[in-house]
């Protein structure tokens, strides 16, 4: 069974500017997350997909987030303009639902310069 | 809200030593609690997890028992190898109350094992 896939793996960019990172679940995984980790913290949610519905964004910036999950498969999360303050690595993850089955991608690692 | 606290690291031990990581929890319903590895470079994976009071979740010689008198789900592993150096964190998950299935984490613990 193939795993999350993320990319890219690594990213640079200056502040202001805008960045997107994709992810594609386990296939048949109806849920899809997107942590934000930052240096010295644990993960922390910032948006769960239902197939291609939002379950929960509260945690999301949404002054400059933004996620979507066209056809309940692919996500892609965008932010824009980026602060010194995103740098994190991004995690996306997906389940079958009900709790259960969790499977993390290896995470797109982002600097803010 | 729900909450994690685990013990800070980093955690230096020598081969084969006895390693206990600290983890106590705060929920208002009745969590699921799990331990998750990461190693250097790579995602996070499960590597133990226990549903209810008093479960024992087991892994790769590591055990942790979920203790709801105490709220704490402690990390145990009788005899720790050089492999074993990575963050570990723990998590719950609190489907009570119609809330979403997210985890919550602690901050990790860094476990460095030496020869």
């Known amino acids: 069974e193939a795993g999350v896939a993320q990319s890219p793996r690594y990213k640079i960019i200056e502040k202001r500017q805008s960045v997107a990172f994709w992810c594609n679940p386990i296939s048949g995984h109806a849920t899809l997350y997107w942590y934000q980790q930052i240096l010295g913290q644990g993960p922390k949610l910032l948006i769960q997909?239902?197939?291609?519905?939002?379950?929960?964004d509260s945690q999301l910036p949404k002054d400059r987030f933004s996620a979507e999950r066209l056809k309940g498969v692919d996500s892609t999360l965008k932010i824009q303009p980026a602060k010194l303050e995103d740098s994190a690595v991004y995690l996306c993850?997906?389940?079958?639902?009900?709790?259960?089955?969790?499977?993390f991608g290896s995470g797109t690692r982002l600097t803010v310069v | 809200g729900d909450s994690v606290t685990q013990m800070e690291g980093p955690v230096t031990l020598s081969e084969e030593a006895f390693l206990t990581i600290n983890c106590t929890y705060t929920a208002t319903g009745y969590p699921s609690l799990f331990w998750y590895v990461q190693y250097p470079g790579e995602g996070l994976q499960l590597l133990l997890k226990?549903?209810?009071?008093?479960d024992k979740g087991s892994n790769k010689g590591f055990e942790a028992t979920y203790r709801k008198e105490t709220t704490s789900f402690h990390l145990e592993k009788g005899s720790v190898q050089v492999s074993d150096s990575a963050v570990y964190f723990c998590a719950l998950s609190d489907l009570a109350g119609g809330a979403t299935n997210k985890l919550i984490f602690g901050t990790g613990t860094l476990l460095a094992v030496q020869p």
């Open positions: 993850a997906s389940s079958p639902g009900g709790g259960t089955g969790y499977t």
């Open positions: 997909f239902q197939n291609n519905g939002v379950v929960d």
């Open positions: 226990a549903t209810k009071a008093d």
